[in-house]
């Protein structure tokens, strides 16, 4: 192949992969929401953390693999910006975590109690799942 030819499918290449990772990223947050939620965090706090976090990924990640590829070609801006984005989005989950945290105790507990049924939902059916993966795991082994 001529360089030209392996530049031009470098690039088709960077472009679809790039094309699924904000699919992916919006499924790996939801699960990443219900995780924290499961683990005792609250649904409001998992969700501006989760939310914060992937936003920032994206846009990071977007931006930093844009430029990068500009000047290195498709697959190697993609992967720093995804790399990039990935540190990005835990920085702001972070921040978010902190900021949630500075809020007037009676706010938080306010915002805890309304969304409580919603909590208590996600950890029931997260304790369900596990329960059934745990059952189905010593049937087998």
């Known amino acids: 192949m001529e360089a030209d030819e392996l530049k031009r499918e470098a690039d088709r290449v960077g472009r679809r992969v790039s094309a699924k990772i904000g699919l992916a990223g919006l499924g790996i ?40 590829g500009t000047f290195a070609g498709g697959p190697v801006g993609t992967a720093a910006g995804a790399v990039l984005g990935w540190g990005a989005g835990l920085a702001v989950s972070a921040i978010a975590d902190w900021g949630y945290d500075q809020l007037p105790k009676g706010l938080r507990d306010s915002i805890e109690n309304g969304t409580r049924p919603v909590e208590n939902a996600i950890r029931d059916t997260g304790k369900a799942m596990l329960d059934g993966m745990t059952k189905a795991w010593d049937v087998i082994f």
Do not use: C, E, N, P
């Open 29 to 68: 947050s939801g699960v990443g929401v219900a995780y924290d939620v499961f683990q005792g965090k609250s649904l409001v706090k998992a969700a501006v953390s989760g939310v914060g976090g992937t936003v920032a990924a994206g846009l990071t990640g977007a931006r930093i693999g844009a430029l990068i």
